[in-house]
């Protein structure tokens, strides 16, 4: 058994028995006896077109392009061309595109003017050959496909053919190229005006709205600063209030404390009240005593005072006085008197009148003439003897 292999840019077709199946690229195999084989390119193939065609003002023009085809459906594409030699296969396919795609384009370049084919030979000769091309490959309405992808067409370069009118038309292409250059300098210096214009506008609304937005940015500033004002403000109120509450509740706090101070001792205090308040009953009654004390002091003062008097009233003339001085040393010498009894307390207080008499008595009698001579008197209290 013959051993084949395709590469990476083709597919491996096996036929037997009038069927092909695809292998698929890159690899290799066996054939079985009695089996063929096919290698269909699997990768892009570009082919070039040129041709010569009157336009429709009888002004022959060279036209060059490409066009570009893939194999997708190789199988299909075996039955359309003969890729027993691969390269006769591409290139019988290339021919046959090419025949086709010339056709149509020497139709359309017919029926347009040189000026149109030159402006739009991007756009509409380019299109036509895709269309003619891509129909082709489709086959048609109903018809089977080739198995093939246009995947570019494309009328590149127009060339005019005459020698003389191409340089006339190169001349007054360079004439309309300078024109257009000029009117394009002129337009371009316009624009450029026009350019620095609207640069001064835009610069000037920017700056406006850039002075807008910093006008806007102090008034948030200011507004922010007034807010935060406000807030410390408030803040500070009730920092305030807070530090007011707090005295108050201090305050409170230490009434209710000197409250439950007063209310302990209170019982204290009370006590202490009514002992300082007996003890000013017993300080007023003593007072009350010793005021009594001193009334009676006095009492007994003024009752001596009125005695003396009442004896200096009834005293005897003084030129009497040795002889009732003599009478009563004579009655009361060596006397002792004493008195007892109820009555003694009346002596006692005329205690000081005896004592008055009794220095009275001894200056006026003369002195004894010897010891054991003279003369006594006593006045005793109750109970006492002198």
Same mark, same amino acid.
């Given at each position: 058994?013959?051993?084949?292999?395709?590469?990476?840019?083709?597919?491996?077709?096996?036929?037997? =028995?009038? *069927?092909?199946?695809?292998?698929?690229?890159?690899?290799?195999?066996?054939? *079985?006896?009695?089996?063929?084989?096919? *290698?269909?390119?699997?990768?892009?193939?570009?082919?070039?077109?040129?041709?010569?065609?009157?336009?429709?003002? =009888?002004?022959?023009?060279?036209?060059?392009?490409?066009?570009?085809?893939?194999?997708?459906?190789?199988?299909?594409?075996?039955?359309?061309?003969?890729?027993?030699?691969?390269?006769?296969?591409?290139?019988?396919?290339?021919?046959?595109?090419?025949?086709?795609?010339?056709?149509?384009?020497?139709?359309?370049?017919?029926?347009?003017?040189?000026?149109?084919?030159?402006?739009?030979?991007?756009?509409?000769?380019?299109?036509?050959?895709?269309?003619?091309?891509?129909?082709?490959?489709?086959?048609?309405?109903?018809?089977?496909?080739?198995?093939?992808?246009?995947?570019?067409?494309?009328?590149?370069?127009?060339?005019?053919?005459?020698?003389?009118?191409?340089? @006339?038309?190169?001349?007054?292409?360079?004439?309309?190229?300078?024109?257009?250059?000029?009117?394009?300098?002129?337009?371009?210096?316009?624009?450029?005006?026009?350019?620095?214009?609207?640069?001064?506008?835009?610069?000037?609304?920017?700056?406006?709205?850039?002075?807008?937005?910093?006008?806007?940015?102090?008034?948030?500033?200011?507004?922010?600063?007034?807010?935060?004002?406000?807030?410390? !403000?408030?803040?500070?109120?009730?920092?305030?209030?807070?530090?007011?509450?707090?005295? @108050?509740?201090?305050?409170?706090?230490?009434?209710?404390?000197?409250?439950?101070?007063?209310?302990?001792?209170?019982?204290?205090?009370?006590?202490?009240?009514?002992?300082?308040?007996? !003890?000013?009953?017993?300080?007023?009654?003593?007072?009350?005593?010793?005021?009594?004390?001193?009334?009676?002091?006095?009492?007994?003062?003024?009752?001596?005072?009125?005695?003396?008097?009442?004896?200096?009233?009834?005293?005897?003339?003084?030129?009497?006085?040795?002889?009732?001085?003599?009478?009563?040393?004579?009655?009361?010498?060596?006397?002792?008197?004493?008195?007892? =009894?109820?009555?003694?307390?009346?002596?006692?207080?005329?205690? #000081?009148?005896?004592?008055?008499?009794?220095?009275?008595?001894?200056?006026?009698? #003369?002195?004894?003439?010897?010891?054991?001579?003279?003369?006594?008197?006593?006045?005793?209290?109750?109970?006492? !003897?002198?």
């Amino acid at each position: 058994m013959p051993f084949v292999k395709a590469g990476s840019g083709e597919f491996l077709l096996v036929g037997k =028995g009038g *069927r092909l199946e695809n292998k698929g690229t890159a690899i290799q195999t066996w054939l *079985r006896p009695g089996s063929i084989y096919i *290698r269909v390119p699997s990768t892009k193939v570009e082919a070039a077109f040129e041709f010569t065609q009157e336009t429709r003002d =009888g002004i022959p023009l060279r036209f060059k392009g490409i066009f570009v085809f893939r194999v997708t459906d190789p199988i299909t594409a075996a039955r359309h061309f003969d890729f027993w030699n691969i390269d006769a296969g591409v290139a019988q396919a290339t021919d046959l595109l090419t025949h086709i795609l010339l056709g149509e384009l020497r139709d359309a370049v017919s029926h347009l003017t040189m000026e149109e084919c030159i402006e739009n030979r991007k756009t509409t000769l380019t299109g036509v050959a895709a269309r003619a091309l891509g129909t082709a490959v489709a086959g048609g309405e109903g018809g089977e496909g080739w198995g093939i992808v246009i995947e570019a067409a494309q009328v590149a370069q127009v060339f005019i053919v005459d020698t003389a009118l191409r340089a @006339q038309l190169e001349a007054e292409t360079r004439n309309d190229i300078r024109l257009k250059a000029e009117q394009s300098n002129i337009r371009t210096g316009e624009e450029t005006q026009l350019a620095q214009m609207a640069s001064q506008t835009r610069v000037d609304e920017r700056q406006l709205a850039k002075d807008r937005e910093d006008l806007r940015r102090e008034e948030e500033l200011a507004t922010a600063r007034v807010a935060r004002d406000r807030r410390k !403000a408030a803040e500070d109120v009730a920092t305030a209030q807070h530090a007011i509450g707090l005295e @108050q509740e201090r305050f409170r706090a230490e009434m209710a404390a000197e409250e439950a101070r007063l209310a302990a001792e209170k019982p204290v205090r009370l006590a202490r009240i009514e002992q300082e308040r007996e !003890a000013l009953a017993r300080e007023v009654e003593l007072r009350e005593l010793e005021t009594r004390i001193r009334t009676l002091e006095v009492e007994r003062d003024l009752m001596q005072q009125r005695a003396e008097q009442e004896m200096r009233r009834e005293i005897l003339p003084i030129e009497q006085a040795p002889r009732i001085v003599e009478s009563a040393s004579k009655v009361l010498q060596g006397a002792n008197l004493s008195v007892y =009894g109820d009555d003694g307390r009346l002596l006692g207080q005329l205690e #000081p009148l005896f004592e008055v008499l009794g220095r009275h008595v001894r200056a006026a009698t #003369p002195a004894p003439a010897g010891p054991g001579t003279g003369s006594a008197a006593a006045v005793g209290h109750p109970g006492a !003897a002198s």
